[in-house]
Every structure is written in C-alpha cells, then in structure tokens.
C-alpha cells in the first residue's frame, strides 16, 4: 500500500540532523507495516495530481495554525473532503488532525488552558496510551461525520473517526523523546510559559506507546484500503 504523506510544516533546521524531516519519522514510525512512501511538500503548495495518487493519505503537524491565512490551506482542504467523498482514506496527526475537522465542518481555536508539551496520557475508547503532544490549538467543535474516539486531561476530542474514511489523533506519536527535549530547547523559550517545559522535562524518560499508536494507524490503513466484502447472492 502507497501512503502519501503531506507534509504541512517543517522540522527546525538545528534538529533536521539528528531527526530527519517530518515525512522521515513517520517512515520510521510506519517501517515494518508493509508501506510503501511518497511526500508531497504542501506547504510549499507541492501538491498531489489527485486523491488517487496514493492509496492512502497522512496529514503531517506543523507550527501553523488551520484557521490561518496560509495559499495551502484552501487547496488541502478540499483534497481532505474529495478523498472522504471517495472513500480514500486519510489520517492526520497534530495540525492534520485539526486541518481535518477543520475541512470537515468542525473548529479549531487556542485551547483556553494553554499548551499541551511532552508525555501525555490519553484514553483510547477504554484503552491508555501515554504519547507526545506539542500544541495549543485544538478541535472545539467535531464535525458531524465524526466521533470521538480519545480524550485526556488536557484534550477533549484527541483523536477522531469518520467512520472506515478518515482517523486522526492530536499527539505525535512519531515525536521521540529527543526530539521533544530539541524543541523544548529551541522552539519553546518564550512561546511556552515555562511551568508547562518544567512537566515536560520531568517525563521525558515516560515510557512512550509509539508502536501501539503505528499500530492503530496501519489498521486504519489496511481495512479501508481493503476490497469490499461481497454480500453472498
């Protein structure tokens, strides 16, 4: 299977050495589910021919905000409801998440409680996961196609389903701890109240449930891209 990845943002240049680019940990993250990759830089406005360039979609994070002025947002929201129209599946993660509902019908705004930073725990219908978060803007209103399937503490709709179309988280689970100690030293002085980089410092060594989460991605994966059952005559 040909998962396209849509890249919306870019990983700061001090930790591209160490890190690789946001589309290379998500092949990280997906290695060993059988997919194959290709990256369309979106936010550059490099975007797919068509939904069916790829058997499936994911909507990468970025640092800007779906309800910004940005020329790519426009065109990525309607390839988001042109491939739910045509029952291509699509995940999102982070901003992909909210880009989704976004497009969708739902709203996206600054979360009132501030900033989400580091290892968070979430509930996934009954079933824990401790995984990375890095924002503050969130899903405040679900679109009506969708339902929520995660929440935490901190997030009430963290991850969504639109039916077998379209599944979306708002943690990171390709975020390793390293990669999240980076950002707290290079993107967060004076962004992030320093409370909030404190709790994220004292769980970076967080046991983290990244390969639960690929998991439940490649799932996702596998049974929308999976033929149609016929109905016995």
Known sequence: MRIGILETGHVPDALLPEN?????MFERLLDGHGFTFRTWHVADMDLPPDIHAADGWLITGSRHGAYEDHPFIPPLE??????????????????????????MGGRVEKFAGGWVVGATDYDFDGTGLTLNAWHQDQVTRVPDTARVVATSAYCETAALLYGDRMFSVQPHPEFGPGYVKGLIEVRAPGVVPEPVLERARARL??????????????????QAHAPAQKTPA
């Open 20 to 24: 690789g680019t946001y589309p290379a």
């Open 78 to 103: 309607r390839f988001i409801r042109d491939a739910y129209a045509a029952h291509v599946p699509v995940v999102g993660i982070c901003f992909g998440h909210q880009i989704m509902a976004q497009a």
């Open 205 to 222: 060594g967080d046991p983290l449930d990244t390969d639960g989460m690929a998991g439940r991605i490649a799932a996702f994966f596998a």
